[in-house]
């Protein structure tokens, strides 16, 4: 299977493209009916930088680790208070992908480094194209709102996508 790209991008992408998605309500990833309440914390917190990707895109572990570590969060301080790492921390682990979902990937701290994400957004894929992870209307694969028109919204249905030309 050939990759579009090496999914290797910064912490602030990575941050900004959480953000964007963290002003949601709910989540659902294309395929899964499961919706998701987001909480506050999550949104404020985690949303301020990049889209707040939905908890079932990563294993509990990753999230774990991810929030062990956000004092060099993809190159960033992302520290947080000991309650709302708390918080957001369970709030992570309690809707994460379990062990036999399709998304579970215990070690990946990168959505765009999982099995599930590299399939579904390979070369040729539906019309992807290598070229479009680097264009200016998409720059990364932390860049949801790109090509899902509703992201913002948590819906990554097949019928949002619309692919920047």
Request: charged share 20%; proline share 4%.
């Given at each position: 299977?050939?990759?579009?790209?090496?999914?290797s991008?910064?912490?602030?992408?990575v941050?900004?493209?959480?953000?964007?998605?963290?002003?949601?309500?709910?989540?659902?990833?294309?395929g899964?009916?499961?919706?998701?309440?987001?909480?506050?914390?999550?949104?404020?917190?985690?949303?301020?930088?990049?889209?707040a990707?939905?908890?079932?895109?990563?294993?509990?572990?990753?999230?774990r680790?991810?929030?062990?570590?956000?004092?060099?969060?993809?190159?960033?301080?992302?520290?947080?208070?000991a309650?709302?790492?708390?918080?957001?921390?369970?709030y992570?682990e309690?809707?994460a992908?379990g062990?036999a979902?399709?998304?579970?990937?215990?070690?990946?701290?990168?959505?765009?480094?999982?099995?599930?994400?590299?399939?579904?957004?390979?070369?040729?894929?539906?019309?992807?194209?290598?070229?479009?992870?680097?264009?200016?209307?998409v720059?990364?694969p932390?860049?949801?709102?790109?090509?899902?028109?509703?992201?913002?919204?948590g819906?990554?249905s097949?019928?949002g996508?619309r692919?920047?030309?």
């Amino acid at each position: 299977m050939k990759t579009l790209i090496d999914f290797s991008f910064s912490k602030a992408a990575v941050l900004g493209a959480a953000l964007a998605l963290a002003t949601v309500s709910g989540v659902a990833v294309a395929g899964d009916s499961k919706q998701f309440n987001i909480t506050a914390t999550y949104k404020e917190e985690c949303g301020s930088c990049h889209v707040a990707y939905p908890p079932q895109l990563l294993s509990r572990e990753s999230w774990r680790v991810l929030m062990a570590g956000l004092d060099d969060h993809f190159g960033s301080d992302a520290s947080l208070d000991a309650v709302k790492t708390r918080e957001v921390t369970a709030y992570l682990e309690s809707n994460a992908a379990g062990r036999a979902d399709k998304f579970a990937a215990p070690g990946n701290l990168r959505v765009s480094q999982t099995p599930w994400f590299r399939k579904e957004h390979r070369d040729g894929h539906d019309g992807l194209t290598l070229a479009m992870w680097t264009s200016p209307a998409v720059k990364s694969p932390a860049n949801c709102g790109a090509c899902h028109t509703q992201a913002e919204r948590g819906d990554y249905s097949e019928n949002g996508i619309r692919l920047p030309r």
